[in-house]
């Protein structure tokens, strides 16, 4: 075999490889490319079915939200006219109710709490607040023997006032929380109820 012949020989072995290893990387790359098709069809499929079922929910709370509308008329209604309400209001998703002056008989002795505002914020983060507009105590950042800073401890009325809350039941739970202003407990108090005006017999 001439040099020539053994030149030509590897000239076309090397371009061969050279077309082998482009084949090879070809045939890797449709492999993944094939892969990346099924697991975005399957992402597909999963991503149009949670479509489906969140069109499928909105529709359905669209017709709650229209039959519950004569409920939620009903609902103001008899929240302004519980004892203790002085006004209802409405900013965004809160429900603001000012209550009429809360007085405790705590033994033989009646104190003047104050006027507050219960703010109920219905927009899925579960909070209560309780301010007091009209305070007669005698230091800062106690609104009630049982609420400080606006943070209610409500103790084993916690539950039960959650769950009314989620279920937007409001005016049951304007009305748990109007006993809960008037009542007091020593025991589990944050401060001495002897620290708000005591109201002369």
């Known amino acids: 075999m001439s040099a020539v012949e053994d030149e030509r020989g590897a000239f076309v072995k090397g371009c061969m490889a050279f077309g082998e290893s482009a084949s090879m990387r070809l045939a890797a790359d449709i492999a993944d490319g094939e892969a990346s098709t099924a697991r975005l069809a399957g ?96 230091r800062d950042g106690w609104d009630h023997p049982h609420i400080q800073a606006g943070l209610p401890c409500l103790g084993n009325l916690r539950t039960g006032c959650e769950i009314l809350l989620g279920d937007l039941q409001v005016v049951p739970l304007v009305s748990l929380l109007l006993q809960f202003l008037g009542t007091y407990d020593a025991v589990s108090a944050y401060a001495p109820i002897s620290l708000w005006q005591e109201i002369p017999s």
């Open 43 to 138: 992402e597909l499929r999963t991503k149009t079915r949670e479509l489906h079922e969140s069109r499928r929910r909105l529709a359905g709370l669209r017709l709650v939200a229209t039959s519950e509308a004569a409920r939620f008329e009903q609902d103001y209604d008899e929240l302004i006219k519980l004892p203790g309400v002085a006004r209802v209001e409405v900013s965004r998703a809160t429900v603001h109710v000012t209550t009429d002056p809360i007085d405790i008989v705590s033994g033989a002795h009646t104190f003047r709490i104050g006027t507050f505002t219960i703010d109920l914020d219905l927009d899925l983060h579960d909070e209560i607040r309780i301010r007091n507009l009209a305070n007669t105590s005698q």
